[in-house]
């Protein structure tokens, strides 16, 4: 028996560890919880960034994701605009960029991820987006009214910046190496559909073809294709993935192999856990080792974890059935399981042609996942089935009931 | 902190709930998401007990259009 838990360190002050954060108080443990973040900014919610912010519509505020008396309850030690830079993981130590060491029983790591860049030289027009500064950067050079903003990358950040950047009436090429947007996540049917629907709001999206230098030294002035082709622009968007933070933890003894590697409970070592985009755990349900990039993942996985590190037993091992939305024009998407190359596909509800749609997906006789455009109760219905381990032929008579 | 009412009351901001239903999966005698694609608020006092789980579906909703109030204590 180890010694109850009395002090907690978070490092990461977004979605996962503050979910973490909150959830320990409502489950009243009183004991200190030091919460350390690399941003100024008190923690704010991302998917807004791609959306309602960039268009303008939205501003800081409203973002937030604690109102100010409901952070204030949590009475938390508070560490902001500093970044850890190191952990001692037998002492469960952290030591921040300013000096400061933070020492507690346990420790969850909940850094996140940051944005892939391109590798060429930064310069005004050229950005990327994950962070409020990132946003509050591109809708200055959105709001000044470009000739044409390109995107590089068609995957759900690039090809939600695109459908911001269409609705404030900018022009828009999107560009990307695969065959269709959004691959990785919808396969190539469904990415196919999806970029219909950016080609019918007036997006140039060209596909199989990369971008091979970006154009202008005082100022992006524009892009060349693996094609020889340039295009002429004054605003760049690169969406080309996010990297784990977690170069604060080499050298530390733990497990970083894309992301911090921990067991079925999200144990990175004893006392320390991980959560949100910079987890990397084998989740049972899957049976394969997962870092999941998803909002309500970091919620999920952020509460568990710290639960986790608290409680006297060992909880059921963290499996969950990935989820993820994705807004563009007016179109919700969503899809939740996880779906892979070659899964066969069934549409179960509306058509593709009304854009309004579910389809199931599976293999070996199971069902893996459910994706829906502007049909979100049928993506619940059959996130249960999946919850549930239904076959195909189960999943397919519900669709048909 | 531990009151013996339930008191609080589940308010829905609809122009910001998009009914995806992930409130109805988290506590399904609270919340309903139905034919009609409207979410429905079938319980807006729920007890003290399922307070936990309806302040989970608070933290779990997407659009953050949930929202808890306190009601004025009795006595
Ligand atoms: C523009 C945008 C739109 C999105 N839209 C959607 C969507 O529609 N649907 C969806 O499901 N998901 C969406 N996501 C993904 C979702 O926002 C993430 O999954 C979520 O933010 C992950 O939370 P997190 O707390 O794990 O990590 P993060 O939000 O990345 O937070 C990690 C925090 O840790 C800090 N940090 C990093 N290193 C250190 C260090 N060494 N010391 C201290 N602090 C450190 C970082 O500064 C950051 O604040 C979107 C993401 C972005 C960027
Ligand atoms: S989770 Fe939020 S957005 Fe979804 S149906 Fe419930 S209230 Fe509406």
Known sequence: MSAPVRSLTIVGASLAGLRAAESLRRSEFDGRISLIGAEPHLPYDRPPLSKQFLAGEWDHERISLSAPDKFDALELDLHLGTRATGLDVAERSVTLENGTTVSSDAVLIATGARARKLGVADRPGLHVLRTLDDAIGLEADLAAGPNRVVIVGAGFIGAEVAAT????????????????????????????????????????????????????????????????????????????????????????????????????????????????????????????????????????????????????ETPEPFAPIPWFWSDQYDRKIQLAGRTKPGDEMMIVDGSIEERRFAAIFGRDNKLTGVFGMNRPRHVMQFRRLLADEASWDEAIAFGQS | MSNESAGYKVEVNFDLCESNAICMDIAPEVFEVRDDDFLYVLNETPSAEQRATVEDAVSRCPKQAISLVDLPSEG
């Open chain 1, 165 to 312: 950047a269409r609705q404030r009436g900018l022009e828009v090429t999107m560009i990307d190496p695969a065959e269709a947007p959004m691959i990785r996540g919808l396969g190539v049917e469904i990415g196919l559909v999806c970029g219909e629907v950016h080609r019918e709001h007036g997006v140039d999206l060209r596909l199989n073809v990369g971008v091979s230098d970006i154009l202008g030294s005082d100022r992006v002035t524009g892009v060349i294709l693996d094609d020889g082709s340039t295009i002429e622009c004054e605003v760049v968007v690169v969406g080309i993935g996010a990297i784990p933070n977690t170069e604060w933890l080499e050298g530390s003894g733990l497990e970083l192999d894309n992301g911090v590697v921990c067991d079925q409970t999200c144990l990175a070592a004893p006392g320390i856990a991980a959560a949100g985009d910079v987890a990397r755990w084998p989740n049972q349900r899957f049976g394969e080792l997962m870092r999941v990039e998803h909002w309500d993942n970091a919620i999920d996985q952020g509460t568990y974890a710290a639960k986790r590190l608290v409680a006297a």
